[in-house]
């Protein structure tokens, strides 16, 4: 890809909330030094994208002082500290709720006709696979942070618009159960909202893999099988098996990415969102 310095921002649940005060930092620490970043390849996780956030929520969270911008002595000072309020509150509660009724049987000396109960089979309606695709497709319905980090995307374009980098969106391919159960087209109607913010390369619009355990290292991640040929499709790297639509380039004022490698030879296409050469 003709790269010869890259950093990679993977982490655990990231979302737009972690990224756009990523990008900040690194634009304000180049200008610092003179340096200048060229390129952003953003890969967003659509079942997720609107889902409440994780940024600064838990203890292993919180974004580091040099990009938070907050007090490096308040950031320290929470870990050497640190008491998980929630989590200790959630497990006694629980406790409380498995002790109660037993004690309660034992005081008034009541005897469970149905003798000692199995946990697993009490539980065995609730962990049903129908009773759980119900459960994870009603959770799956609600994005109650999506107004908000609609609003970090547009952040993020216009921020490496306004500093002249090159932005190159995809979305992650899902697994067939995934997009099942968070709806194709829930899935396909989101992807189409975030391309009007900024063109993007859709991996489910046409759910090439979803059902292939070859492309897939476990539920949720793709192999790099699967990695190769959609930076085959995005950048020209190798052959284009036609995987992967462009959506959303009529919203960009014609600086899209061209899908297809230049003529006489594999090159890397113009980014989405790069001032175009003639405009510059």
């Known amino acids: 890809m003709g790269l010869s310095h890259f950093a990679s921002a993977s982490m655990s649940y990231g979302m737009v909330s972690d990224f756009v005060p990523l990008l900040e930092y690194m634009v304000r620490d180049k200008a610092k030094r003179s340096v200048k970043l060229k390129h952003v390849f953003l ?30 002595a308040r950031f ?21 709720l498995r002790t109660e009724p037993a004690r309660a049987a034992a005081a008034s000396g009541d005897v469970d006709a149905r003798g000692p109960v199995d946990p697993a089979e009490a539980l065995e309606g609730v962990r049903s696979p129908l009773v759980q ?33 090159r932005l190159t969106v995809a979305i992650s391919p899902l697994q067939a159960w995934n997009l099942d159960l968070n709806g194709r087209t829930e899935i396909d109607a989101l992807s189409e909202r ?13 759910p090439l893999i979803a059902d292939k355990d070859e492309y ?10 699967a990695g190769a040929m959609m930076l085959a499709r995005i950048f020209g790297t190798g052959t284009d098996v036609g995987w992967g639509e462009l ?34």
Request: charged share 25%; hydrophobic share 40%.
């Open 133 to 165: 695709q119900e459960y994870r497709r009603g959770w799956n319905a609600v994005r109650p942070d999506l107004d908000r980090q609609l609003a970090l995307l547009q952040r993020l374009v216009a921020l490496c618009r306004e500093n002249q980098i």
């Open 76 to 96: 320290w000072w929470r870990y050497l500290t640190a008491f998980q309020y929630r989590l200790w509150r959630d497990v006694i509660r629980e406790a409380r």
């Open 43 to 72: 890969l967003l996780d659509v079942d997720f994208f609107g889902r409440p956030s994780w940024t600064n929520f838990n203890i292993n969270s919180f974004l580091p002082p040099e990009i938070s911008e907050e007090s490096a």
């Open 247 to 280: 959506r959303g380039a009529e919203n960009d004022d014609g600086r899209s990415v061209s899908s297809r490698p230049a003529e006489g030879g594999v090159a890397a296409p113009r980014a989405m969102n790069e001032t175009p050469p003639e405009a510059r």
């Open 194 to 206: 975030l391309s009007r913010i900024t063109p993007l390369f859709d991996f489910n619009a046409v």
């Open 216 to 225: 897939w290292l476990d539920n949720s991640h793709f192999n790099q099988k």
